[in-house]
């Protein structure tokens, strides 16, 4: 199995950054394989924020220029780097991985078959 552990949330004043970490382990965990994050703010459905596969990376048109998403395969770790945060990006932060890298980037919930317990990123006004 993988397991995939985020840390890094916390509670901040909007303007505030942030850097999100996604640590996977596992026997079957594939290095390269693709990774991303979700986000699920209260009311909300589940939202794609970004996503990164082995030579790729994708963003959501709604942290575009903010937030970027990058790796370090030798800790098999992901990041995400939120910058100029908003009250709107207040959410539950998930991160997510596939079994495998594909050629394009999926930014679909479904795509993913591992997740994370979430971290909590709260920005206040």
């Known amino acids: 199995q993988v397991q995939l552990v985020e840390s890094g949330g916390g509670l901040v004043q909007a303007g505030d950054s942030l850097r999100l970490s996604c640590a996977a382990s596992g026997r079957t965990f594939s290095t390269y394989a693709d990774m991303g994050w979700f986000r699920r703010a209260p009311g909300k459905e589940r939202e794609f924020v970004a996503a990164?596969?082995?030579?790729?990376?994708s963003v959501a048109d709604s942290v575009k220029g903010r937030f970027t998403i990058s790796r370090d395969n030798a800790k098999n770790t992901v990041y995400l780097q939120m910058n100029s945060l908003k009250s709107e990006d207040t959410a539950v932060y998930y991160c997510?991985?596939?079994?495998?890298?594909?050629?394009?980037?999926?930014?679909?919930?479904?795509?993913?078959?591992?997740w994370g317990q979430g971290t909590q990123v709260t920005v206040s006004s």
């Open positions: 990164i596969s082995r030579s790729n990376s």
């Open positions: 997510a991985a596939d079994r495998t890298g594909r050629s394009v980037v999926p930014s679909t919930a479904r795509a993913y078959i591992y």
